[in-house]
């Protein structure tokens, strides 16, 4: 038997062990679907497993279904206890004493409808990860979260709980989640199943099994770590070359620079448009030649003017829909007068990954080009209605979020397929299982101000836990920054300070003065040196601090790949015994010996830093050596974030 597994009634439950200490949870009327687009691919091996009489024992994670008769309707509950306390961590709890259950289904007559998973909820518990959100929380208790891809809005749907468990919802429906005082509720508007994942153990290990369950990241590569050049958008091949020789001038740091949209003939197409990238071969081997790649910005989008658009049109490769013509949005593309409508490529169907990687191999690739920009891939849609999408894998209700995943395997298998593999994805959404794929996520089109910053040190160490690896910012903001401005210099500069301890250090933005969308647009100067000399200083100063700390960060980043531990995480995956360390949520720990405190306040030259029990202190810049378990108010010059060593680490962030 490996499995347990109980009927009652139209419901069938099954309970399978699925990795070290974790078991997968499914349920369904009649029978359990045999289709899975889910992130659960692969069963991980695990030790002895013992079923019997109700109760399946994994490791540190014990089950036990029993059969609940009260003053309701009788039903089997599932509880989750850790096998050596005999703790409880989740338990299951009716929605009504009378009904429904803890599990609910409300068909459609298709084999689909809507389905709830109610959960006990324990005073004191808090949830962290849930993939990126712009509400600027770490801790999502008491919050309602809606399970849908959105710019900015990375929908991830697992959690880590301070209670010891991780949990994922393995289901790719558009739903939502309620974290409240009440009760812990999961929700799919239309699906077929509910399925779901949970494993027991610390922080570190939780993250551990659910990267064996998931997927592990591979390997970043070298060049990866250094310093990612982007403005809105280079309008030549010359205008981008300029910038380059220029960094090399001033023997500034570059590895990455960037052609973002529009540097197509339509959208679509795939290719450089000649009249603004005359010899990209030439461009190519100038780039090679300063050490330097081009990362190339591909948009599912598909104009009605592309030499493609008949073929995916034809072979249904586009995202269908249940109502009105294949159209998703509207942009001014090259070739358009005024904004017209554009389609989306399909990538769950896999011969639209096979066609299209076979045009960007051609295009790009075949150039030298093995750096992708996986633009809008959530995907934006206009108005937002993934549940009249219909998509090769099945209804958009059903399955939309899987859509960022997707679009990153198309180029992960391609590039895997050549003999050069070696890559990085920059993606503006991901699901479960996208760091598989080689994908980076950056936090979307977000604000020039502080809030954003703030919010930005949450959203990072939540996507972290969420199980992507390789993240970034927009340093200093997408929408707007005025590179003139005294008071936007200092929020660039202490963006900078914090960029360069993110997995990925990565320039970009909109700056002033911005044009109207369209593909004639080029945004203001977004150059290191287009921010006076002052700042211009510090930023140079932070640069050179990055690249020392590449060989540290490397290694950290080995670990996310080998143990599915993030290199930049939030102070409680380090120290989970230290109660306050749970609370602290805007410093975050650059793998094991590095504490990062960003000023995130205008005019701010200190800040209040939590130094986590269990370890001695010492401040990276100064020296001074400060006890565990204390608060300091910590010098914050404009030249300088607080960073702090442990237990007397020699790594050079101070040279």
């Given at each position: 038997m490996d499995a347990l597994?109980?009927?009652?009634?139209?419901?069938?439950?099954?309970?399978?062990?699925?990795?070290?200490?974790?078991?997968?949870?499914?349920?369904?009327?009649?029978?359990?679907?045999?289709?899975?687009?889910?992130?659960?691919?692969?069963?991980?091996?695990?030790?002895?497993?013992?079923?019997?009489?109700?109760?399946?024992?994994?490791?540190?994670?014990?089950?036990?279904?029993?059969?609940?008769?009260?003053?309701?309707f009788p039903f089997p509950s599932v509880r989750f206890v850790r096998?050596?306390?005999?703790?409880?961590?989740l338990a299951e709890e009716r929605e009504h004493f009378w009904w429904p259950g803890a599990r609910v289904f409300y068909g459609n007559r298709s084999?689909?409808?809507?389905?709830?998973?109610?959960?006990?909820?324990?005073?004191?518990?808090r949830f962290y990860g849930m993939g990126q959100r712009t509400h600027g929380r770490l801790d999502h208790k008491g919050l309602a979260l809606d399970l849908v891809q959105r710019n900015a809005e990375v929908?991830?749907?697992?959690?880590?709980?301070?209670?010891?468990?991780?949990?994922?919802?393995?289901?790719?429906?558009?739903?939502?989640?309620?974290?409240?005082?009440?009760?812990?509720?999961?929700?799919?508007?239309?699906?077929?199943?509910i399925d779901y994942w949970i494993t027991a153990g610390s922080p570190s290990s939780i993250l551990s099994r659910y990267a064996d369950a998931t997927g592990h990241a591979p390997r970043l590569p070298s060049w990866a770590s250094g310093f990612w050049q982007c403005k809105l958008r280079y309008r030549s091949q010359e205008e981008l070359l300029s910038v380059v020789r220029e960094h090399k001038r001033r023997g500034l740091p570059m590895d990455v620079i960037v052609s973002d949209f529009f540097h197509w003939t339509a959208m679509g197409d795939y290719k450089f448009d000649p009249a603004e990238y005359p010899d990209p071969a030439a461009m190519m081997d100038e780039l090679s030649s300063l050490g330097v790649r081009l990362m190339v910005s591909i948009w599912p989008t598909i104009s009605p003017l592309s030499e493609n658009y008949p073929k995916l049109r034809d072979d249904g490769m586009l995202v269908g829909t249940d109502q009105g013509a294949e159209f998703h949005g509207t942009i001014r593309d090259k070739g358009m007068p005024v904004p017209m409508p554009f389609a989306f490529h399909d990538p769950t169907n896999p011969a639209t990954r096979e066609f299209l990687w076979s045009v960007a191999k051609k295009n790009y690739y075949d150039l030298g080009v093995r750096v992708w920009w996986l633009d809008a891939c959530e995907p934006e849609l206009n108005p937002g209605h993934p549940a009249n999408l219909s998509f090769h894998a099945g209804p958009g209700a059903e399955v939309a979020n899987v859509y960022p995943r997707d679009t990153a395997r198309m180029f992960f298998d391609g590039m895997t397929s050549t003999d050069d593999?070696?890559?990085?994805?920059?993606?503006?959404?991901?699901?479960?299982?996208?760091?598989?794929?080689?994908a980076a996520v950056w936090s979307g089109d977000i604000p020039a101000t502080w809030d954003a910053l703030q919010r930005q040190v949450r959203a990072g160490l939540s996507i972290a836990i969420a199980g992507i690896p390789w993240w970034t910012t927009d340093i200093?903001?997408?929408?707007?920054?005025?590179?003139?401005?005294?008071?936007?210099?200092?929020?660039?500069?202490?963006?900078?300070?914090?960029?360069?301890?993110c997995p990925l250090f990565r320039l970009h933005g909109n700056r002033e003065p911005r044009m109207s969308t369209g593909w004639d647009m080029t945004g203001g100067p977004n150059e290191v040196w287009s921010y006076g000399e002052e700042a211009y200083g510090i930023i140079r100063e932070v640069m050179f601090m990055r690249e020392r700390l590449r060989p540290y960060l490397h290694e950290q980043l080995d670990r996310a790949s080998s143990e599915g531990l993030p290199a930049m995480r939030p102070l409680f995956v380090d120290f989970p015994d230290d109660a306050r360390a749970w609370d602290v949520d805007d410093q975050?720990?650059?793998?094991?010996?590095?504490?990062?405190?960003?000023?995130?306040?205008?005019?701010?030259?200190?800040?209040?830093?939590?130094?986590?029990?269990?370890?001695?202190?010492?401040?990276?810049?100064?020296?001074?050596?400060?006890?565990?378990?204390?608060?300091?108010?910590?010098?914050?010059?404009?030249?300088?974030?607080?960073v702090y060593l442990r237990d007397g680490a020699s790594v050079p962030v101070a040279g």
């Open positions: 597994e109980v009927r009652f009634q139209h419901e069938v439950l099954r309970i399978e062990p699925w990795g070290t200490d974790s078991v997968r949870v499914r349920s369904a009327r009649e029978s359990i679907p045999s289709s899975d687009v889910g992130a659960l691919q692969d069963r991980p091996a695990c030790g002895p497993v013992e079923i019997s009489d109700g109760k399946l024992v994994n490791g540190e994670l014990t089950v036990v279904v029993s059969l609940v008769e009260d003053d309701g096998t050596s306390t005999g703790e409880e961590l084999g689909a409808g809507e389905i709830h998973q109610q959960f006990k909820a324990y005073p004191g518990e929908s991830i749907p697992f959690v880590l709980s301070n209670r010891g468990y991780g949990f994922l919802w393995n289901n790719p429906a558009v739903g939502r989640v309620e974290f409240a005082d009440n009760v812990t509720r999961w929700t799919a508007t239309q699906a077929r199943s593999p070696e890559t990085v994805l920059l993606c503006r959404s991901a699901w479960a299982g996208s760091q598989k794929y080689a200093g903001g997408f929408h707007g920054g005025d590179a003139s401005d005294p008071e936007y210099r200092e929020l660039i500069v202490r963006w900078f300070q914090y960029g360069a301890f975050l720990m650059f793998g094991p010996s590095v504490l990062v405190a960003p000023v995130l306040e205008a005019g701010a030259r200190s800040r209040s830093v939590y130094l986590p029990a269990g370890a001695q202190w010492t401040h990276a810049f100064t020296g001074e050596v400060f006890p565990g378990g204390t608060v300091i108010e910590a010098d914050a010059p404009l030249e300088q974030i607080p």
